[in-house]
C-alpha cells in the first residue's frame, strides 16, 4: 500500500513510514497533542516545509515537540504583553487562521513566533470578552442588589411608619397635614 502525504506530497510505503523511527515519535507526538490542535496539524507543518522538498520526520517531529511545549502550560506569552489564558481551541484558531493566510506568510517558517502573536491576539481577545462579560454581570449584579435592598428598605420604612405614625427620630405627622398630603397625592396622580 502506497500513502500519499496530501501536506508534503511525499509518497512511501506505510511499511516504510511505519519502519521509520521519526515518523513513529511524530505520529506518537501528535497523539498526543489536543484533539482541536491535531485536527489543524498537517495543513499548519506544511507551512514549515522547505520548498520542491519534502518535509522530513524529524523536522516535523521537532515543530510538534516545540507546538506540544507552547499549548501545554495552558497561557501564551509575546515579549513585551501580559501573559493571556489560552486553552487548545484558540492554539487551534491560530493555526487555521496562518493555514488561510498561507500565501502570505513567507515560507518556509523557522519558529512559531508568528503563531504565538497570532495565538496571542485571539486570546487577547478572548479574554477582554470575558472581562467584559464579568464587568456587566458585577454591575448587574451591584444593580440587582441595590434594588433589592431599597425595596426592603422601603417595605420596612412603610410598615413602621404605618405600625407608629412616624419614622424613627422624627415627630409624628399632625393628622390635618397627612390629610392634605394625601389629597395633594391624589390629585397629582391623576394629572
Same mark, same amino acid.
Given at each position: 500500500?502506497?500513502?500519499?502525504?496530501?501536506?508534503?506530497?511525499? @509518497?512511501?510505503?506505510?511499511?516504510?513510514?511505519?519502519?521509520?523511527?521519526?515518523? %513513529?515519535?511524530?505520529?506518537?507526538?501528535?497523539? @498526543?497533542?489536543?484533539?482541536?490542535?491535531?485536527?489543524?496539524?498537517?495543513?499548519?507543518?506544511?507551512?514549515?516545509?522547505?520548498?520542491?522538498? *519534502?518535509?522530513?520526520?524529524? #523536522?516535523?517531529?521537532?515543530?510538534? &515537540?516545540?507546538?506540544?511545549?507552547?499549548?501545554?502550560?495552558?497561557?501564551?506569552?509575546?515579549?513585551?504583553?501580559?501573559? #493571556?489564558?489560552?486553552?487548545?481551541?484558540?492554539?487551534?484558531?491560530?493555526?487555521?487562521?496562518?493555514?488561510?493566510?498561507?500565501? @502570505?506568510?513567507?515560507?518556509?517558517?523557522?519558529?512559531?513566533?508568528?503563531?504565538?502573536?497570532?495565538?496571542?491576539?485571539?486570546?487577547?481577545?478572548?479574554?477582554?470578552?470575558?472581562? %467584559? @462579560? &464579568?464587568?456587566?454581570?458585577? &454591575?448587574?449584579?451591584?444593580?440587582?442588589?441595590?434594588?433589592?435592598?431599597?425595596?426592603?428598605?422601603?417595605?420596612?420604612?412603610?410598615?413602621?411608619?404605618?405600625?407608629?405614625?412616624?419614622?424613627?427620630?422624627?415627630?409624628?405627622?399632625?393628622?390635618?397635614?397627612?390629610?392634605?398630603?394625601? *389629597?395633594?397625592?391624589?390629585?397629582?396622580?391623576?394629572?
Amino acid at each position: 500500500m502506497i500513502l500519499v502525504c496530501p501536506s508534503c506530497g511525499a @509518497t512511501h510505503s506505510a511499511e516504510a513510514w511505519e519502519n521509520d523511527m521519526n515518523a %513513529r515519535k511524530a505520529f506518537a507526538a501528535r497523539a @498526543t497533542l489536543p484533539v482541536e490542535v491535531s485536527a489543524h496539524l498537517l495543513p499548519y507543518l506544511a507551512l514549515f516545509r522547505p520548498d520542491k522538498r *519534502a518535509l522530513s520526520w524529524s #523536522r516535523s517531529l521537532k515543530v510538534m &515537540q516545540e507546538l506540544a511545549a507552547l499549548i501545554t502550560p495552558g497561557w501564551v506569552q509575546v515579549q513585551g504583553k501580559p501573559a #493571556r489564558e489560552c486553552p487548545p481551541a484558540i492554539w487551534a484558531a491560530g493555526m487555521a487562521q496562518m493555514v488561510e493566510r498561507s500565501a @502570505t506568510l513567507q515560507r518556509p517558517l523557522k519558529n512559531h513566533n508568528y503563531l504565538r502573536q497570532v495565538v496571542w491576539q485571539l486570546a487577547d481577545q478572548a479574554d477582554a470578552g470575558r472581562e %467584559r @462579560t &464579568q464587568h456587566h454581570e458585577v &454591575q448587574s449584579g451591584e444593580q440587582s442588589a441595590r434594588r433589592q435592598r431599597g425595596d426592603e428598605e422601603d417595605q420596612f420604612l412603610a410598615a413602621y411608619k404605618a405600625k407608629h405614625g412616624a419614622l424613627p427620630g422624627m415627630p409624628a405627622m399632625p393628622a390635618e397635614v397627612a390629610e392634605r398630603l394625601a *389629597a395633594l397625592q391624589k390629585k397629582l396622580k391623576r394629572d
